[in-house]
């Protein structure tokens, strides 16, 4: 059974003109191996457990955020706690972090308070010198008060402090803000004031929070004034000041790393399985990106509250579903998304034939060399994926996503239950609650290997399926998958951007292009994508002086912070956004907790390390082993000896690397031609 690519989503347009030849991908699940690269640009099945160190630190003349540690400690920095006679005053975050690293921060941050709750983490980088440290947690902390910063010695991170969050929701945020600031100053004698407050119940709990989180460190009093009640609170004189608690709490989490290789699974299918299996839950579990389901794949995990242990011994039961772990090993944190390099890949593509079937032609062997060897010099248009959009579904996600957007709850729900065609139980399932609503007897019908449909009928039962039922379905499922559908709408208008710029205005790099400034580029660690620092806008000078090449252009992913090209593609984007409804920037859904600020993408994408050999179909039961070669050679031969009347017979073995968040089966179709 072949696996066909999308073509909806991907428009069919190339970058290279060579003729291509027709062939078939996944015929075979060990035809599709992806192997993980981590951000130590190792390949996550290349060097074993024992082999590995489990701690690390950067290396001590390194500022970049990307060498920071893969698997550290979280220790405690002497240099975090700033002293007891610090005085706050004026930080520039832009001369402390350098300009780039601020302006993320401050997405970052735009990000997270739109989050009811959130754990997610952002490096600032590493800071070798103790005072270099000392001063970031300062200026950090008294910029955003609701930050929490940790060191990792050398490297800081940022993550929004639970403390804050908490007292946000009994005072307001200014008071709250102000409220630790003072606490991050810890000037002796001195005391806060917060604001007039004559209810008695409410002060009641103001005080225990702060006798709570912060006992010893202040002591809280109420005083009237005026006719006026409000509390005071006061540092306290002797003692140091204890550190956040927090950071206790998560000294005692256990974190169990792990590599998991998977066959024909989704990576939230097998996250499910297996937080059913330990008794965790699925959110336990971590992981820098997601792999395809029709694959063979190897990722790095890490799961919350299991040790190694307990992980070896339900090894057995995991491989049963089609996953098998190794490298398994204690770690001091969880993995976070988009930790990673890129991945390996090591396909097959069989069936191989010409094009122009019953017409003169090149030699297949020659069809395959120039196209292999044309794509590596030129790269390929870097689309997103079928796996984006869902491939083979018959409502795909950008669809339910463009319903988030425009909030239609109701209509995004039915949408995402749309079922396929055929009578398979996830199927009836959806097809059941389209026709009756009953999410009950719905939720009964559907597989336990559904866990998102699962969720959102649970929500459904419980909250109803009017607008605030749907609404409340849509929460239940974690944000990193909440999002996935409005990303998904706008990949799929970044797909349509990519091939209108390149029908349009050509090959070469015109006025209004946006590029990288050529003294730096940066890579957001989140999604592998393009951030927004640094992003220029060509001149009419520099498209005269060839100042940029086409591999350095950028397309922005519709968001509310992206800079448009200042070029006929800015009408066409704005154009575009229109025809769907989306005019202005509506990219912030907050029933949903949901704010897509737009990152930038480059338009081409060009695969590393890139080896491939022709052979015989006779290897196909054993061909799968020759994909990982040790040709010393940096291409294989083809043979051209082959002959056509053997081209049925033979397949095509491949191996390169790809960036994060690019798609091999998106180079494969510039390398074919065609769809697969």
């Known amino acids: 059974m072949t696996h066909d690519i999308d073509a909806v989503n991907v428009p069919a347009y190339f970058i290279s003109s060579h003729e ?23 390949r996550v099945t290349a060097v074993a457990a024992c082999e590995k160190p489990a701690w690390n630190c950067c290396d001590a003349d390194t500022d970049s955020k990307d060498s920071s540690p893969r698997w550290v400690a979280e220790v ?56 270099h440290r000392a001063n970031v947690h300062r200026a950090v902390r008294h910029r955003f008060p609701f930050l929490m910063t940790i060191t990792i010695q050398p490297e800081i991170r940022v993550r929004e402090d639970p403390d804050y969050r908490e007292l946000s929701q009994l005072v307001t945020e200014d008071e709250a803000e102000d409220f630790f600031r ?14 007039p407050d004559d209810n008695k ?67 939230l299918e097998a996250i ?31 799961v919350k509250k299991v040790s190694p242990q307990r992980l070896e011994e339900k090894s057995a039961e995991f491989e049963k579903r089609g996953m098998r772990l190794s490298q398994i090993h204690s770690v001091g944190e969880p993995l976070r998304l988009g930790r990673l390099q890129g991945n390996h ?13 019953g017409e003169a032609h090149p030699p297949l062997a020659a069809l395959i060399k120039e196209a292999v060897e044309n794509v590596e010099s030129r790269g390929f248009v870097n689309y997103y994926g079928p796996q984006r959009f869902g491939s083979g579904q018959s409502v795909q996600s950008d669809r339910v996503g463009l319903a988030l957007l ?6 995004a729900v039915h949408l995402f239950f749309t079922p396929e065609e055929g009578h398979d139980p996830p199927s009836l399932a959806k097809r059941h609650f389209l026709q009756t609503e009953n999410a009950k007897e719905s939720l009964a019908m559907m597989p336990f290997s559904k866990p998102r449909e699962r969720l959102m009928l649970r929500a459904l039962n419980r909250y109803g399926t009017g607008a605030e039922g749907c609404a409340q379905a849509w929460l239940s499922l974690p944000h990193s998958t909440r999002v996935f559908y409005p990303h998904a709408y706008c990949s799929r208008v970044w797909n349509e951007a990519a091939a209108h710029r390149l029908i349009t205005l050509g090959h070469s790099v015109r006025s209004g292009d946006l590029v990288w400034r050529q003294e730096e580029s940066q890579i957001l660690e989140d999604t592998g994508e393009s951030s927004t620092p640094q992003i220029h806008v060509v001149t009419d000078q520099e498209e005269q ?19 448009y090209p200042e070029n006929a593609m800015g009408p066409w984007f704005q154009e575009r956004l229109s025809r769907d409804g989306l005019e202005g920037s509506r990219f912030r859904v907050s029933g949903l907790k949901l704010n897509l600020p737009g990152c930038y993408r480059p338009l081409l994408a060009s695969p590393r390390n890139l080896r491939y050999q022709l052979q015989r179909t006779a290897c196909r039961d054993g061909g799968g082993g020759e994909v990982t070669g040790e040709s010393s050679r940096r291409h294989s031969q083809i043979n051209e000896s082959s002959g056509e009347d053997k081209r049925d017979a033979l397949a095509l073995m491949l191996n390169f690397d790809l960036d994060s968040s690019c798609y091999a089966t998106i180079c494969l179709r510039e390398i074919m031609k065609c769809e697969l």
Do not use: W
């Open 20 to 42: 291509g030849f027709h062939g078939s991908i996944k015929n075979l699940i060990k035809d599709f191996v992806v192997t993980e690269i981590d951000i130590n640009g190792e």
């Open 76 to 131: 405690a920095d002497p240099s975090a706690d700033c002293g007891a006679d610090v005085t706050t005053g004026s930080f520039d975050l832009s001369m402390i972090l350098g300009q780039s690293v601020s302006e993320e921060l401050e997405q970052f941050v735009l990000t997270l308070r739109d989050e009811k709750q959130s754990t997610q983490e952002l490096s600032l980088g590493c800071f070798t010198d103790k005072h």
């Open 182 to 195: 003072f606490i991050d100053a810890k000037v002796r004698g001195s005391s806060y004031m917060f604001g």
């Open 201 to 267: 119940e409410h002060r009641t709990a103001v005080h225990h929070f702060m006798n709570r989180r912060f006992g010893k460190l202040v002591e809280t009093k109420s005083f009237s004034d005026q006719g006026r009640t409000a509390i005071s609170v006061r540092l306290r004189e002797q003692g140091r000041p204890k550190k956040r608690s927090a950071d206790e709490r998560r000294e005692e989490d256990v974190y169990t790393a792990f590599t998991l290789c998977k066959e024909n699974l989704e990576t």
């Open 272 to 302: 499910s399985y297996m937080a059913a299996e330990l008794g965790v839950l699925p959110s336990d579990f971590t992981y820098a990106g997601i792999k395809d389901k029709r694959a063979i794949t190897y990722q790095s995990m890490v």
């Open 345 to 357: 890949f090591d396909l097959v593509v069989r069936d191989l034939r010409p094009h122009r079937a």
């Open 406 to 411: 425009k909030e239609d709850f109701v209509g």
């Open 545 to 563: 002086d060839g100042a940029y090449n086409l591999e350095q252009v950028l397309l922005p992913m519709p968001g509310n912070t992206v800079k």
